[in-house]
């Protein structure tokens, strides 16, 4: 497949266990937060969002954290999964600029 | 619903030439964003279309450019190419509020030899 990121930071995790993956972002003033998945040879997929006046929001097997003081985002994912290794980017939208600067991405290995 | 579809899937180009992707975004959503994605650079804004007008480019040459349609298809062209201008170039769509989950198509490999 192609080659998403040759240096990215990776993340190895158990079968089972929790992933914490996390993303420090650039605009103090973003207020719009997507994490997204890659998987070789395709285009990101949406995984789970959150805005700005929330510190926390839950999906199925994730949850993303946002922390505005220091500007960081985080995405746990439970019982984390074979089918969830992939390249994982956070991407911040700040209203009104129809813009997402994305991260440089993690790349995510779950041992068997 | 069908997904966001990029044609074509892989394209190979010589330095000089010009190109022209396509990208067809979700039915109803109105806003086509275009990103590059290189192993060195990662995902970067190309530049946003909605209702065929540009709301916002990113920071690269003149040679990129896009359109959109009146029926919110779009269209990126490069033109002269460049070595360094192979990459995956990602499209996604929006309904195109100030901040909208962004769905992308599989992408378009381009390799300038």
Known sequence: ?112 | KAGVTQTPRYLIKTRGQQVTLSCSPISGHRSVSWYQQTPGQGLQFLFEYFSETQRNKGNFPGRFSGRQFSNSRSEMNVSTLELGDSALYLCASSSGGATNEQFFGPGTRLTVL
Request: hydrophobic fraction near 35%.
């Open chain 1, 1 to 112: 497949g192609e080659s998403v990121g040759l240096h990215l930071p990776t993340l190895s995790v158990q079968e089972g266990d929790n992933s914490i993956i996390n993303c420090a972002y650039s605009n103090s003033a973003s207020d719009y937060f997507i994490w997204y998945k890659q998987e070789s040879g395709k285009g990101p997929q949406f995984i789970i969002d959150i805005r700005s006046n929330m510190d926390k929001r839950q999906g199925q097997r994730v949850t993303v954290l946002l922390n505005k003081t220091v500007k960081h985002l985080s995405l746990q994912i439970a019982a984390t999964q074979p089918g969830d290794s992939a390249v994982y980017f956070c991407a911040e939208n700040m209203s009104g600029t129809y813009k997402y600067i994305f991260g440089t991405g993690t790349r995510l290995k779950v041992l068997a």
